[in-house]
């Protein structure tokens, strides 16, 4: 069990990373923190994938000699995945980050429950 | 291969497509290709349900471009999934046309096309979710339904829907975090994306007996990503808010459709990826079934105490999440039935409640108080008989469609061959009454008759027929529609029978 946490230090950092950034999205008031913490959970989840596709002392998939063997390279495929899922993270990550603009105009404050508490009191 | 069953592909691509046109029409122009591309859908895949019946073939798989199985991207079509299709095309149809009214008030009208564009994505990202073989695509997919659901909260701009569309987000990234997370440690277990691949890793591993913990991890934080993006009970915080505050067709469209988005791929992630065998072997169902049915009593709960008329059909929304977690938690075939019957109950039903409330709190100065709603079935009838009749199929009275999923979930429980006999039928029981008492309490209070004078104090105006066509129409079309799924169950429930047998 130890022995093998040891080997694969890349997966076990990356589920601590992805651990910390859970924690950050679920508990964090501030709005900013929160997007700081789900990119940390995000990009945690990217080097686990990239560990996962990583072959010791092979090359990146791409052909420039003229070497097609299969065994000359890493696994291409969890790198397209982690392109996909940058693509879906900067997304989400800029409609958090306009929707915390929005609420900041408002409230002048980045605090969620601050903010809960401002509009029970509107009873809007 | 035939015309027909390039169907599924051709309703992804033109919800999509017409989503992206929508950008750069006029409100108006946007809403009718809305209308135009949903009655498509539904007409294409009313010929694909009638091929597939007609031929006889269960089920096919669609390669997507050029490259064969392990490598390329596929769909899959089954009975199961264009009952489910169609459903989702057709509800999402008159939602939209229900909340039309409310919508031209609560958005600026240069806001319109996009309020469009966001529903024809939602409903492109829900169609590929029901037809996807491929599990990566599946999340690209979750999380544009995640972003347009986001959008429908917060088109209407005021700081209450910001505010839940923030809180929606928030819970949504939790759970598709956990959801990208166990995708990818399926793809390192077994080197594959497609789910019939998948399978058949699986079985291997499984029967070799090795990598039982990683296995069970797994299936756990797929399951709670899922959970929690469906609002199971411990999870449903922010559903309140972002149903009863969004405008009317969000909030139909939200109950409804997403939610069941994620329970459609949850059913398809237990049965065709990891084998449901496997998945009652874990015991990972028994967590479902509890939190379902604590569901089931503190959704009802809290919708008795509620007093905003939106907020309590939200609560409602929590209690019948919990229905179809517990029908899924009983781990027997006729369970997993009862659930996605329940499915197709609560998104008609749901939907109807939300559209004929706006009708209620319309005539009554747009107040959803509960006070203020007193007598507004006389004031909006054609509303009034819509609630009237969802609530009766809520609390589950023969005729509606309520009834026969509760009738199927008691059926599932005296056949389960374990515990969970007693504490579903009990817990069934007092969901039922708790829902009666809500429920019936708003009837009582909607037909109360108030006296002319006070009513035009209060400046109260009624809404007849000539007023209101088209909303007429849509709760007729919605009652047609409820009164189809009670009525003539038999047929619906034989369909989804036989393509549960081949969806496995």
Same mark, same amino acid.
């Given at each position: ?52 596709? *990583? ?17 000359? *390279? ?29 609420? *900041? ?20 | ?64 471009? %050029? ?16 009952? /489910? ?25 240069? @806001? ?5 564009? +966001? ?50 987000? =928030? ?20 080197? %594959? ?24 991890? =797994? ?40 939610? @069941? ?25 028994? +967590? ?18 509620? @007093? ?19 029908? +899924? ?51 909006? @009838? ?21 009834? /026969? ?10 056949? /389960? ?19 009666? =008492? ?31 066509? +088209? ?34």
């Amino acid at each position: 069990m130890g022995g093998n946490l040891l080997v694969n230090y890349g997966e076990a950092v990356a589920m601590i990373l992805f651990g910390i950034g859970f924690a950050n999205l679920l508990f964090q008031k501030n709005l900013i923190k929160k997007i700081i913490g789900f990119n940390i959970m995000d990009t945690a989840i990217y080097l686990f994938l990239a560990e996962k596709g *990583y072959i010791a002392g092979r090359m990146p998939p791409i052909v420039v000699n003229g070497i097609q063997d299969v065994e000359a *390279y890493i696994n291409p495929i969890p790198s397209g995945l982690v392109l996909t899922g940058i693509v879906v993270s900067v997304s989400v990550s800029a409609l958090m980050l306009s929707l915390t603009i929005r609420l *900041y105009k408002r409230y002048h404050t980045l605090d969620l429950d601050e903010i809960s508490i401002r509009l029970r009191k509107e009873g809007l | 291969m035939k015309l027909v069953q390039n169907v599924p592909f051709f309703c992804i691509m033109l919800s999509m497509f017409s989503g992206t046109i929508s950008s750069v029409l006029p409100g108006k122009w946007a809403r009718r290709l809305n209308v135009v591309m949903i009655s498509l859908v539904t007409g294409m895949t009313l010929w694909l349900l009638q091929y597939l019946v007609g031929s006889g073939i269960g089920s096919y798989t669609y390669m997507m471009g %050029h490259f064969p199985a392990p490598w390329g991207n596929e769909l899959r079509v089954g009975l199961l999934e264009v009952v /489910v299709a169609l459903f989702f095309s057709v509800i999402m149809l008159l939602s939209l046309l229900g909340g039309r009214k409310k919508l031209d008030g609560e958005v600026e009208a240069t @806001k319109h096309n996009i309020y469009y564009i +966001l529903c024809n994505l939602l409903l492109s990202s829900l169609l590929a979710l029901v037809y996807t073989n491929d599990l990566f695509t599946a999340y690209v997919f979750v999380e544009i339904n995640t972003i347009a659901a986001c959008g429908l909260i917060m088109i209407r701009q005021n700081g209450r829907c910001i505010e839940a569309a923030v809180r929606y987000m =928030i819970m949504s990234l939790l759970g598709s975090g956990l959801l990208l997370l166990s995708i990818c440690m399926i793809y390192d277990l077994t080197g %594959h994306l497609l789910m019939e691949n998948i399978q058949q890793q699986i079985r291997v591993i499984m029967e070799a007996g090795t990598y039982r913990i990683p296995m069970l991890i =797994i299936i756990g934080i797929l399951t709670v990503g899922l959970a929690i993006k469906s609002a199971l009970f411990p999870f449903h915080s922010w559903v309140p808010d972002a149903y009863g505050y969004s405008t009317v067709s969000s909030g139909a469209i939200l109950s409804s459709l997403v939610s @069941k988005g994620y329970i459609f791929l949850l059913f398809k992630v237990f049965y065709r990826v990891i084998g449901f065998q496997h998945i009652a072997d874990s015991h990972i169902l028994n +967590l479902l079934f509890l939190f379902g049915l604590c569901g089931m009593i503190f959704g009802s709960a809290s919708a008795i105490w509620e @007093k905003d008329i939106r907020r309590m059909i939200a609560f409602s929304s929590v209690a019948q999440i919990g229905y179809i977690y517990m029908g +899924l938690g009983l781990g027997t075939e006729a369970g997993v039935i009862a659930a996605i019957f329940h499915v197709l109950v609560h998104g008609a039903t749901k939907s109807l409640l939300f559209v004929s409330a706006i009708g209620l709190t319309d005539v009554s100065g747009g107040s959803r108080s509960f006070f203020e709603i007193t007598g507004s079935a006389y004031r909006n @009838k054609a509303a009034g008989v819509g609630f009237l009749v969802a609530s009766l199929s809520m609390v589950g009275i023969p005729v509606f469609s309520g009834f /026969v999923s509760k009738l199927l979930f008691a059926e599932a429980a005296v056949l /389960v061959p374990n515990w969970k006999l007693f504490p579903t039928l009990i817990v069934l029981a007092i969901s039922t009454v708790l829902n009666a =008492i809500y429920f019936l309490k708003t009837i009582v209070r909607i037909y109360t008759p108030v006296k002319q004078e006070e009513i035009r104090a209060k400046g109260y105006f009624e809404l007849k027929f000539p007023e209101q066509k +088209l909303y007429c129409v849509t709760i007729f079309l919605f009652v047609l529609v409820n009164l189809i799924l009670g009525m003539a169950s038999q047929p619906i429930i034989a369909l989804i029978t036989e393509g549960l047998h081949h969806f496995a």
